[in-house]
Every structure is written in structure tokens, then in C-alpha cells.
């Protein structure tokens, strides 16, 4: 690539946000002159996106030079909201955060500080470095139950010990042509409109390329996305049943017995006895007055007797052939008879309870449909299932993702080319702490976790998932029971418009708390009700690395604005000041630190941009159980309790929650709450993705905003016109919690008795002085969604599955935005920093 | 040259085009259009079919400013759209050869812009 300007230079970098918001991977090739961006392209040397690139990608022109982007740092100076602020030197805005934390730390416990952040982008390594620094364990991901990603993954971790993804060569530099890649013969897309966005660290359009190489889609959904367009199957489930249907499809590949039984015989605990008299696992404790908890009990068939599971030599002590199936009666350690079931009889006993025909009373989807379904789906080889944030916005998340897990082990996918392949952390870099894994920045001392809010009352949390658990964590701030909240450090993350759920207590709580920062590229309601805020940078704007699966990628500073500075600087000099004895001097070191395994420096892994681990390395696929590459130990199997895929979870026993799969009704179904939804007709879902923006980003994006220019309620034409709305017309959302404002889209991309609010709506272009926060509480749909229903575990909330009803606005009001609108309007506190600007768009 | 000779066009296979809106802003930047304004447009149709069934079709269409990208090609590059497009589905070249690439392929659409 050359410019035809000589003084245009070429960079080659990552994308991981700030800018296009989204989980990066993509290789861009940014064209910079005189120090500034002037255009953007995919590379197409680049294997992850081949030189595509998505509009928010393309848009960074846009969003770089924004005229509203924060550009100093600034101080408050009337009252919270009141929208006045004074730049001030970071200097002074260092001195000030310094000094008032150390003293709220001092007077109330290193615990009183939240560190709260957003989606999987490139602040989680240096929220920790700063919370950690601090002494506080409480880094929250905003979110109600944590709700998105997170609870899949600590799910994975639990049964099968690591993460998998659908396989599209992603690990491989020659990805669809490399051999040793499979194409899946078919791709379940559950929950996943892929198409419009990139979330989870894939990237979306893979599904695409593989489909025309010839791969079949099963669309679940409960729109008819352009997935489900195109599907074999498309199976319309009702919001909030997922678990029944993935508990239908396990009956169907059991019944007709469709599954890999070699695999299930060699690989998961199902031959593992359960006792029947308390329904939990027989461990080698129970059996022998000396034995293991930690040891587990089969029937061996050619002794007709038990034999002993040994989990740290992960064998048996002599050859062993275990029963899959059957009841035994066992000896135990006090003399005490007693019978015992398999694993697989007793998750058979629990699937038994889903026939296709008690599914579909449950789900809506038809029974014949989901055997046909199921039957594609097991008989493909190879097959995989992608799963979206559907699965976390249901308080049953644990549940579902166990019975879909089991599905795609029992068929035979597991890391398996084609299959659900392991996502492992490339060379095993992993720079914090992420659910399943324990990284470079860490907290000094394991005692300063004891605190963390949801620690103590969720297992899961206390185990696997490193962070505060959010509901709890709004509570404690109102309760300020066992401990008070007295600083929010909020960095890339709007709790108030997009993470928040019940947007007036967000705004409450960040009120009540005494010192408030807020870290960002734009000014939002959160701002608003800031103390401090500091300009953050985009990706081209920073040095960093990103470590998320394969390949192991950098981003490169290329530019500048103003006094926009990258979040892991801002947070490393902060950490500094608030631990007398942090170990790093300069974030060079740190950064080195953190790709060490690699064998690289990180000057040395920048200046190739990217690597791929070598084949026999961990990180590299495929079939690791049986090379010995998923253990610390080295021995074949599965990082869990057993060593195995746990059908039946000794982890989850552990924890006091069901350890097998089973469906439970969302808070707010038709079928929990007949009386609500005798008021609430309509099941109301959310959180569909445009391609314009990333969540509640980029409304301030003059090309992205023509793409998507209003709130939009998708309704389907034929309950529009029942309730006198027509296409295009502007309609009230209401249910229990309150109203909200959207323009109808009349179409058949939802069934009659659903509707479709986006989500994480604000209007930059208003007035962002509380109360009126740019209209986050007219036109968001989180404003009339709960918190505090996360499930069982903390994890999962009820986002998707709630209900509402619809009705046409009594007085037409003026459209909330035109094209031009966000040129002309300035939020008060960008007007004074706002640079004169020539016009950032000729007319061709 | 030769290429003031041919007619250039655009195959879109809208089987795969997802509606993502690559192609316009794609374009936008290349061309540097306000807000609105690109050499595409992508529609979106959501066809009845009997049985309560339809399907879903987004249809990339060249505008008015639509200039096949003229410069880019010179350089060797593909146009804006082509390359960007998240979904691959946009081919550029000489209408006879993509005429004949049309064949025995399904839901394609080829577009000589003005």
C-alpha cells in the first residue's frame, strides 16, 4: 500500500477499543498525516478479518476528531449534574484523586473503592492494576448478574475446566485453508444475531464465510433474523426457556441414541456413582475411613465391585471396566448398604422430564421441529453451537450453558476441528484476573479478596469469577451493609444508559457515593454525575497488548489528541501513587511482563503486530484432553474436579446448587406471572444489536447515527395495527417499572407476541444536565428493566425475558433527532473546549 | 487504456449480504460524504411468503455517487465497498465477466452504476 501523498504514513495495528467499542482482533492499516488520522482500512494480510472492516471500524475518522470528544481533564464545579466544569492539569487532576482516595481508603478500608468497568475491551488488565494497587478486590463489570460472557465462561469452567468457540481456523494463519481445519458440516446459532455485530472475541461474519463453503445454520431465535432467514431449522423459542430446549435436545440425541458413547464412556464423569440417598456425588471418603473427597467411585463391570477414581494420578489402580449405566449397591466406610446410580442415569432421569412434546409447552417451539433440529445437529460431523448473550440474560444462565455444553461433548465436538474448540489465551498470556484464569496482575496479598462483594454468598464468584457481583454491589452502596461504598472509579463503562438496568437507581447510588471519576472518550449521564473525568484515547492512541485467545495481538501509539491519554497509562501512574511498593516502573515492564510467555518483549511481539502460538502449544488446538495440553499437570483430561467433562458437577454440589441441568422460569414469564401478564401482554426483549453501534455508543457519530437515527420498537405488523399503530408512528413502553419512548418498526422480524427494544439509547445532541442526563430515561428500555434478579449463582439476570405493553403516544411530538442536529447542538460542557473546527465533511 | 473501453459493474451475491452497512461508510470515507450520503445504499426487504413464512434480503444499491472507485482501481486496490464488505459478497470488474460469473449462482443482482 502506498498513499499518493508521500507524507501519508501507513501503520499497521489492532483494533481494541476506545473508538469502534467492540472486542477488536480486526488488523486495520491506519493512514496518518501531519499527526493525524486520515483514513482507515482492514488489512487484508491480516488473517482474523482479511482486510474487511466493520462501520464503526471505518468510522474512526469520525470518532477520533469528534468535536464533543472530552479532550482535558476536568473538575466539577457546581453540583453533581449540574453540568459545570473547569479544565484543570492532569497534574492536579493525579493530586486530587490521590489524595481524596488514600483518605477515604484510610478512614473506610481499601474495600470502599468499586472499580467498575464495561464489556471485554482493553481496560480489565488496567482496572485491575488499579483496584489491585489500591487494595480493593471490588473491580465490577456493571452489568446486572454480570450478565454477559462472563457467566459462559465461568460456566465452561466449571464442567469442562476451559472455554470453547466455534471453530472457523481462527487459530490457524491460514485459517479455512490451513489442513488441519474442518469446515462444520452444520452451526448452531443460538441467541446470536452474528451478523450485525462482533461481541465474545469472534468475529462475526466467519459464520458467513463458512456458510458458503457449504455449512448449514440451525437459527435459534426468537426473531427472525437473517440467520433464520437462511437456516435448515429455524426454532422460535420463547425468551427465557432456553434451558427446556437444550434439555429437548439432549432427550432427542439420547433417546435416539445420536451421541459419541466412546466419548462419553472415556472423557466425562457419567459413569461417576450418585448416591440415591442424598443425590450427591460417592466420593472415595464415603467408601474408605481415610479416603479422598477428592477421589470419585465407579462400577467396575469385570470386578462386579467398586473401583476408585484417583483425580491426582488420574486413573484407576488397575484396569477398570466402567458400568455407563445401572444401579449398584455400595459399601460404605461405617458398614451402611446403599444404592447408587450412575452420573448418566441420573442426568438421563432429568432430561427424561423434556420430551420434545413437554418442550414445546414450554418453549412454543414445535416438538417435531426440535427433533429434526436436533437430529441435523447430532448427525453432523463435524458441528458446533455458537451461543450469545441470550444465554447470560437469564437468571438459569448456569443451567442452559451446562445443558449445552453437554451437548456438544456428548456429540462428540469437543476441540475437534469444525467443533467447539478450546479458546485458550495464546502462549497462555493472560495479564488479570478473568473468570477460569489467574493472571500477571493480581492482588498482593489473597487476603485483601476476602471482601469482595458476592464472594461470600455465591461460590462461583468465589472461585472462578474475580469480580464484585454487580447487584449486590448496587445494594451494598444504598445498604451500605457489611461495609460502605465510598468511591466509584468508573473507566470505559456507562453504568448510567448502558450497563444499568433500573437507570434511577444508578443515578441514586452514584449520588450518594463521595467521590466519583469517570474515564471516557465522550461525556455521558455517568459523567454528569462524576467528580473528576479524565479524556481516555482510542486504540490509535495507545500502546497495549491484547491478550484474548489466538492470535496474541498489540496495539501501536500512532497518534495523539490533545491530552487524551491511553487508560493503562492513566492507571499506571495512579497505581504508583497509591502502592508505595508497586513492582513496575514503567509500563514497558509491565507490558513485557505480561507477554513473557510469549518469549518475546513487547517491542519485539509490536513490531510484528501479531503471533500465533506453534502447533503442541496449548494455546493451539486441537484435541488437547488426549495430548495432555489442558492440565497442569500434564496428564490427559480436563481441568475439573474429576478430570473429566462433568455431566454431573462436583463443583456446583459443592456450591449448593443443582448439579445437574434443569429449566427454571425467568421472574417475569407468562408463566411465573399470569397476573402481570394478564396487564403485560407483550413479552418485551431487548439488547439487539445494530451494526451502527456498539451498545450505547456512537449515537454522536454522524455516519453511524444516519444508519440507525431513533429508538426503534421492532412489533410485529399485525399486533401494530390491533393496537391502532402505524409503521413508523411513536408508541409508549410500559410495564411495572415504568415508560419509555420508541418509534414502531412494523415488521416481521418478531412474532405477534413479542417485542423488540433497543437498547442503551441516550441523545448526545440534548441537554445533559440531571435530570434530564440526555434523555436517558426517555427512550432507553434499561430504565424499566430490574435489577437485583440475578440467579442463584449471581450470575444471569432477567434482561431478555421480561414484559410490557405497548401504546400509541397520545400527542405527536417532534421526531428525537435529524440529520444535522448533532452539528449544530453542543452539550454545554463540550462547547467551552470544543476547537474551532473547519468543516469535517466537504460535499464531494 | 483498455479501461476507458470497458463497462465496469458490481455483482452483489445478496444471499450473504447481511445488511452490516460496510459498503456505505466504507464509501463515505473514501469519498469523504456527510452523513446520508454514500455510492451505496443497502435496502432492506422482508419478503411474504405463503404459510406465515418470509425471508430476509438486503439488497447493497449503487447510488447516484456511486464512481466504481475509479482512483482506487487504478492503484491496483479494490473499491471501498468490495474490500470492506463483511460479508464478501460484492465483486467489481468487467460486466462480461461478471455476467458469466452469474451463472448457476443463486439471488445475485448485477449493478452498472451511472
Same mark, same amino acid.
Given at each position: 500500500?502506498?498513499?499518493?501523498?508521500?507524507?501519508?504514513?501507513?501503520?499497521?495495528?489492532?483494533?481494541?477499543?476506545?473508538?469502534?467499542?467492540?472486542?477488536?482482533?480486526?488488523?486495520?492499516?491506519?493512514?496518518?498525516?501531519?499527526?493525524?488520522?486520515?483514513?482507515? %482500512?482492514?488489512?487484508?494480510?491480516?488473517?482474523? #478479518?482479511? &482486510?474487511?472492516? @466493520?462501520?464503526?471500524? =471505518?468510522?474512526?475518522?469520525? !470518532? /477520533?476528531?469528534?468535536?464533543?470528544?472530552?479532550?482535558?481533564?476536568?473538575?466539577?464545579?457546581?453540583?453533581?449534574?449540574?453540568?459545570?466544569?473547569?479544565?484543570?492539569?492532569?497534574?492536579?487532576?493525579?493530586?486530587?484523586?490521590?489524595?481524596?482516595?488514600?483518605?477515604?481508603?484510610?478512614?473506610?478500608?481499601?474495600?470502599?473503592?468499586?472499580?467498575?468497568?464495561?464489556?471485554?475491551?482493553?481496560?480489565?488488565?488496567?482496572?485491575?492494576?488499579?483496584?489491585?494497587?489500591?487494595?480493593?478486590?471490588?473491580?465490577?463489570?456493571?452489568?446486572?448478574?454480570?450478565?454477559?460472557?462472563?457467566?459462559?465462561?465461568?460456566?465452561?469452567?466449571?464442567?469442562?475446566?476451559?472455554?470453547?468457540?466455534?471453530?472457523?481456523?481462527?487459530?490457524?494463519?491460514?485459517?479455512?485453508?490451513?489442513?488441519?481445519?474442518?469446515?462444520? %458440516?452444520?452451526?448452531?446459532?443460538?441467541?446470536? #444475531?452474528? &451478523?450485525?455485530? @462482533?461481541?465474545?472475541? =469472534?468475529?462475526?461474519?466467519? !459464520? /458467513?464465510?463458512?456458510?458458503?463453503?457449504?455449512?448449514?445454520?440451525?437459527?435459534?431465535?426468537?426473531?427472525?433474523?437473517?440467520?433464520?432467514?437462511?437456516?435448515?431449522?429455524?426454532?422460535?423459542?420463547?425468551?427465557?426457556?432456553?434451558?427446556?430446549?437444550?434439555?429437548?435436545?439432549?432427550?432427542?440425541?439420547?433417546?435416539?441414541?445420536?451421541?459419541?458413547?466412546?466419548?462419553?464412556?472415556?472423557?466425562?464423569?457419567?459413569?461417576?456413582?450418585?448416591?440415591?440417598?442424598?443425590?450427591?456425588?460417592?466420593?472415595?471418603?464415603?467408601?474408605?475411613?481415610?479416603?479422598?473427597?477428592?477421589?470419585?467411585?465407579?462400577?467396575?463391570?469385570?470386578?462386579?465391585?467398586?473401583?476408585?477414581?484417583?483425580?491426582?494420578?488420574?486413573?484407576?489402580?488397575?484396569?477398570?471396566?466402567?458400568?455407563?449405566?445401572?444401579?449398584?449397591?455400595?459399601?460404605?466406610?461405617?458398614?451402611?448398604?446403599?444404592?447408587?446410580?450412575?452420573?448418566?442415569?441420573?442426568?438421563?432421569?432429568?432430561?427424561?422430564?423434556?420430551?420434545?412434546?413437554?418442550?414445546?409447552?414450554?418453549?412454543?417451539?414445535?416438538?417435531?421441529?426440535?427433533?429434526?433440529?436436533?437430529?441435523?445437529?447430532?448427525?453432523?460431523?463435524?458441528?458446533?453451537?455458537?451461543?450469545?448473550?441470550?444465554?447470560?440474560?437469564?437468571?438459569?444462565?448456569?443451567?442452559?450453558?451446562?445443558?449445552?455444553?453437554?451437548?456438544?461433548?456428548?456429540?462428540?465436538?469437543?476441540?475437534?476441528?469444525?467443533?467447539?474448540?478450546?479458546?485458550?489465551?495464546?502462549?497462555?498470556?493472560?495479564?488479570?484476573?478473568?473468570?477460569?484464569?489467574?493472571?500477571?496482575?493480581?492482588?498482593?496479598?489473597?487476603?485483601?479478596?476476602?471482601?469482595?462483594?458476592?464472594?461470600?454468598?455465591?461460590?462461583?464468584?468465589?472461585?472462578?469469577?474475580?469480580?464484585?457481583?454487580?447487584?449486590?454491589?448496587?445494594?451494598?452502596?444504598?445498604?451500605?451493609?457489611?461495609?460502605?461504598?465510598?468511591?466509584?472509579?468508573?473507566?470505559?463503562?456507562?453504568?448510567?444508559?448502558?450497563?444499568?438496568?433500573?437507570?434511577?437507581?444508578?443515578?441514586?447510588?452514584?449520588?450518594?457515593?463521595?467521590?466519583?471519576?469517570?474515564?471516557?472518550?465522550?461525556?455521558?449521564?455517568?459523567?454528569?454525575?462524576?467528580?473528576?473525568?479524565?479524556?481516555?484515547?482510542?486504540?490509535?492512541?495507545?500502546?497495549?497488548?491484547?491478550?484474548?485467545?489466538?492470535?496474541?495481538?498489540?496495539?501501536?501509539?500512532?497518534?495523539?489528541?490533545?491530552?487524551?491519554?491511553?487508560?493503562?497509562?492513566?492507571?499506571?501512574?495512579?497505581?504508583?501513587?497509591?502502592?508505595?511498593?508497586?513492582?513496575?516502573?514503567?509500563?514497558?515492564?509491565?507490558?513485557?511482563?505480561?507477554?513473557?510467555?510469549?518469549?518475546?518483549?513487547?517491542?519485539?511481539?509490536?513490531?510484528?503486530?501479531?503471533?500465533?502460538?506453534?502447533?503442541?502449544?496449548?494455546?493451539?488446538?486441537?484435541?488437547?484432553?488426549?495430548?495432555?495440553?489442558?492440565?497442569?499437570?500434564?496428564?490427559?483430561?480436563?481441568?475439573?474436579?474429576?478430570?473429566?467433562?462433568?455431566?454431573?458437577?462436583?463443583?456446583?454440589?459443592?456450591?449448593?446448587?443443582?448439579?445437574?441441568?434443569?429449566?427454571?422460569?425467568?421472574?417475569?414469564?407468562?408463566?411465573?406471572?399470569?397476573?402481570?401478564?394478564?396487564?403485560?401482554?407483550?413479552?418485551?426483549?431487548?439488547?439487539?444489536?445494530?451494526?451502527?453501534?456498539?451498545?450505547?455508543?456512537?449515537?454522536?457519530?454522524?455516519?453511524?447515527?444516519?444508519?440507525?437515527?431513533?429508538?426503534?420498537?421492532?412489533?410485529?405488523?399485525?399486533?401494530?395495527?390491533?393496537?391502532?399503530?402505524?409503521?413508523?408512528?411513536?408508541?409508549?413502553?410500559?410495564?411495572?417499572?415504568?415508560?419509555?419512548?420508541?418509534?414502531?418498526?412494523?415488521?416481521?422480524?418478531?412474532?405477534?407476541?413479542?417485542?423488540?427494544?433497543?437498547?442503551?439509547?441516550?441523545?448526545?445532541?440534548?441537554?445533559?444536565?440531571?435530570?434530564?442526563?440526555?434523555?436517558?430515561?426517555?427512550?432507553?428500555?434499561?430504565?424499566?428493566?430490574?435489577?437485583?434478579?440475578?440467579?442463584?449463582?449471581?450470575?444471569?439476570?432477567?434482561?431478555?425475558?421480561?414484559?410490557?405493553?405497548?401504546?400509541?403516544?397520545?400527542?405527536?411530538?417532534?421526531?428525537?433527532?435529524?440529520?444535522?442536529?448533532?452539528?449544530?447542538?453542543?452539550?454545554?460542557?463540550?462547547?467551552?473546549?470544543?476547537?474551532?473546527?473547519?468543516?469535517?465533511?466537504?460535499?464531494? | 487504456?483498455?479501461?476507458?473501453?470497458?463497462?465496469?459493474?458490481?455483482?452483489?451475491?445478496?444471499?450473504?449480504?447481511?445488511?452490516?452497512?460496510?459498503?456505505?461508510?466504507?464509501?463515505?470515507?473514501?469519498?469523504?460524504?456527510?452523513?446520508?450520503?454514500?455510492?451505496?445504499?443497502?435496502?432492506?426487504?422482508?419478503?411474504?411468503?405463503?404459510?406465515?413464512?418470509?425471508?430476509?434480503?438486503?439488497?447493497?444499491?449503487?447510488?447516484?455517487?456511486?464512481?466504481?472507485?475509479?482512483?482506487?482501481?487504478?492503484?491496483?486496490?479494490?473499491?471501498?465497498?468490495?474490500?470492506?464488505?463483511?460479508?464478501?459478497?460484492?465483486?467489481?470488474?468487467?460486466?462480461?465477466?461478471?455476467?458469466?460469473?452469474?451463472?448457476?449462482?443463486?439471488?445475485?443482482?448485477?449493478?452498472?452504476?451511472?
Amino acid at each position: 500500500m502506498s498513499g499518493k501523498d508521500s507524507d501519508v504514513q501507513i501503520f499497521r495495528t489492532t483494533v481494541w477499543s476506545g473508538g469502534p467499542g467492540c472486542h477488536g482482533g480486526c488488523g486495520v492499516l491506519a493512514h496518518v498525516k501531519e499527526g493525524k488520522l486520515v483514513k482507515i %482500512e482492514g488489512d487484508p494480510d491480516h488473517p482474523w #478479518n482479511q &482486510g474487511r472492516l @466493520c462501520v464503526r471500524g =471505518l468510522a474512526m475518522t469520525q !470518532i /477520533i476528531d469528534h468535536p464533543d470528544r472530552i479532550r482535558y481533564p476536568m473538575k466539577r464545579v457546581g453540583e453533581r449534574g449540574e453540568d459545570k466544569w473547569k479544565r484543570i492539569s492532569w497534574e492536579e487532576a493525579f493530586d486530587t484523586i490521590e489524595t481524596k482516595m488514600k483518605a477515604l481508603r484510610d478512614e473506610f478500608g481499601p474495600e470502599s473503592g468499586v472499580f467498575i468497568m464495561g464489556t471485554g475491551r482493553d481496560i480489565g488488565a488496567w482496572i485491575c492494576m488499579l483496584a489491585y494497587a489500591y487494595g480493593s478486590p471490588n473491580v465490577a463489570f456493571g452489568l446486572s448478574g454480570n450478565a454477559c460472557y462472563g457467566p459462559r465462561v465461568s460456566a465452561c469452567a466449571t464442567f469442562q475446566g476451559d472455554y470453547s468457540v466455534f471453530d472457523a481456523g481462527q487459530w490457524l494463519p491460514k485459517r479455512y485453508e490451513d489442513p488441519r481445519f474442518k469446515l462444520p %458440516e452444520t452451526i448452531m446459532v443460538w441467541g446470536y #444475531n452474528i &451478523g450485525a455485530c @462482533c461481541p465474545d472475541n =469472534l468475529f462475526g461474519h466467519w !459464520i /458467513i464465510d463458512m456458510m458458503k463453503k457449504g455449512t448449514k445454520i440451525i437459527s435459534v431465535d426468537p426473531r427472525f433474523t437473517w440467520f433464520a432467514s437462511r437456516a435448515e431449522h429455524w426454532l422460535q423459542l420463547r425468551p427465557g426457556s432456553e434451558a427446556a430446549l437444550a434439555m429437548g435436545f439432549l432427550n432427542v440425541v439420547i433417546n435416539e441414541n445420536l451421541y459419541d458413547k466412546e466419548f462419553v464412556e472415556k472423557w466425562t464423569n457419567a459413569p461417576h456413582l450418585i448416591r440415591e440417598d442424598t443425590n450427591k456425588i460417592l466420593r472415595e471418603s464415603h467408601l474408605i475411613k481415610d479416603g479422598s473427597e477428592e477421589n470419585f467411585i465407579v462400577w467396575d463391570e469385570t470386578a462386579k465391585a467398586t473401583a476408585i477414581w484417583n483425580t491426582t494420578e488420574m486413573a484407576f489402580a488397575n484396569s477398570v471396566k466402567p458400568a455407563l449405566s445401572g444401579r449398584f449397591k455400595v459399601t460404605l466406610a461405617d458398614g451402611k448398604k446403599l444404592w447408587c446410580r450412575t452420573a448418566w442415569d441420573s442426568l438421563l432421569k432429568e432430561v427424561e422430564k423434556y420430551s420434545p412434546d413437554e418442550v414445546e409447552k414450554i418453549t412454543w417451539v414445535k416438538a417435531d421441529d426440535l427433533r429434526k433440529a436436533a437430529r441435523l445437529y447430532a448427525t453432523s460431523k463435524p458441528a458446533s453451537i455458537q451461543w450469545g448473550e441470550a444465554i447470560d440474560m437469564s437468571p438459569n444462565v448456569t443451567p442452559t450453558a451446562h445443558a449445552l455444553l453437554i451437548l456438544w461433548n456428548i456429540t462428540g465436538n469437543n476441540d475437534v476441528p469444525g467443533g467447539n474448540v478450546i479458546a485458550r489465551y495464546a502462549y497462555d498470556v493472560v495479564a488479570y484476573a478473568l473468570p477460569g484464569a489467574k493472571g500477571v496482575i493480581k492482588l498482593k496479598d489473597q487476603a485483601l479478596d476476602e471482601p469482595r462483594i458476592g464472594a461470600d454468598r455465591y461460590g462461583v464468584f468465589k472461585n472462578f469469577y474475580w469480580r464484585a457481583q454487580t447487584d449486590v454491589t448496587l445494594e451494598q452502596i444504598f445498604t451500605e451493609k457489611p461495609y460502605p461504598i465510598k468511591s466509584l472509579w468508573i473507566q470505559a463503562a456507562n453504568p448510567l444508559g448502558a450497563l444499568g438496568m433500573d437507570l434511577k437507581q444508578w443515578r441514586e447510588a452514584l449520588k450518594k457515593v463521595d467521590f466519583v471519576v469517570h474515564t471516557d472518550l465522550f461525556m455521558t449521564a455517568t459523567s454528569q454525575l462524576a467528580d473528576i473525568v479524565l479524556p481516555a484515547a482510542t486504540f490509535l492512541e495507545k500502546d497495549s497488548v491484547r491478550s484474548w485467545w489466538v492470535p496474541l495481538q498489540t496495539m501501536k501509539k500512532i497518534v495523539t489528541v490533545d491530552e487524551c491519554k491511553p487508560d493503562p497509562e492513566i492507571n499506571f501512574e495512579l497505581a504508583k501513587r497509591f502502592d508505595p511498593d508497586f513492582q513496575y516502573k514503567d509500563l514497558n515492564e509491565i507490558l513485557d511482563a505480561i507477554v513473557e510467555p510469549s518469549g518475546m518483549t513487547f517491542k519485539q511481539l509490536q513490531d510484528q503486530v501479531y503471533s500465533y502460538p506453534p502447533e503442541g502449544h496449548p494455546s493451539h488446538p486441537y484435541r488437547r484432553y488426549e495430548k495432555g495440553l489442558l492440565r497442569k499437570d500434564k496428564k490427559q483430561g480436563f481441568q475439573t474436579p474429576s478430570g473429566k467433562v462433568e455431566l454431573y458437577s462436583v463443583h456446583r454440589e459443592n456450591w449448593g446448587m443443582e448439579a445437574l441441568p434443569l429449566h427454571e422460569e425467568p421472574p417475569f414469564s407468562p408463566i411465573r406471572r399470569p397476573d402481570l401478564f394478564k396487564e403485560y401482554p407483550l413479552l418485551l426483549n431487548t439488547g439487539r444489536r445494530s451494526p451502527a453501534f456498539f451498545n450505547s455508543e456512537h449515537r454522536q457519530i454522524p455516519w453511524l447515527r444516519a444508519l440507525d437515527p431513533d429508538p426503534t420498537l421492532e412489533i410485529h405488523p399485525e399486533t401494530a395495527a390491533s393496537l391502532g399503530i402505524g409503521n413508523g408512528e411513536w408508541v409508549i413502553v410500559e410495564n411495572w417499572m415504568g415508560k419509555v419512548r420508541y418509534k414502531a418498526k412494523a415488521t416481521k422480524a418478531v412474532p405477534r407476541w413479542m417485542v423488540m427494544a433497543a437498547h442503551g439509547w441516550w441523545f448526545p445532541e440534548r441537554n445533559g444536565k440531571d435530570p434530564e442526563l440526555y434523555g436517558i430515561f426517555e427512550s432507553n428500555v434499561n430504565h424499566i428493566t430490574p435489577m437485583g434478579y440475578q440467579g442463584k449463582d449471581g450470575l444471569g439476570a432477567p434482561i431478555k425475558n421480561l414484559l410490557c405493553k405497548v401504546y400509541k403516544e397520545a400527542s405527536a411530538q417532534e421526531p428525537l433527532w435529524v440529520p444535522g442536529d448533532m452539528e449544530k447542538k453542543k452539550p454545554a460542557a463540550r462547547q467551552a473546549q470544543a476547537k474551532k473546527k473547519k468543516g469535517e465533511h466537504h460535499n464531494g | 487504456m483498455a479501461e476507458e473501453k470497458t463497462d465496469y459493474g458490481l455483482l452483489i451475491n445478496y444471499e450473504y449480504c447481511t445488511g452490516c452497512f460496510t459498503c456505505m461508510i466504507a464509501c463515505s470515507q473514501e469519498h469523504n460524504w456527510p452523513a446520508g450520503m454514500a455510492g451505496m445504499k443497502v435496502i432492506e426487504v422482508m419478503e411474504d411468503l405463503p404459510k406465515d413464512k418470509a425471508y430476509l434480503a438486503y439488497i447493497p444499491f449503487p447510488t447516484e455517487l456511486c464512481v466504481l472507485c475509479a482512483g482506487r482501481v487504478k492503484k491496483g486496490l479494490k473499491p471501498a465497498c468490495v474490500q470492506h464488505c463483511m460479508a464478501a459478497c460484492i465483486t467489481h470488474g468487467p460486466i462480461e465477466e461478471l455476467a458469466k460469473e452469474m451463472k448457476g449462482k443463486k439471488r445475485t443482482v448485477l449493478w452498472k452504476p451511472r
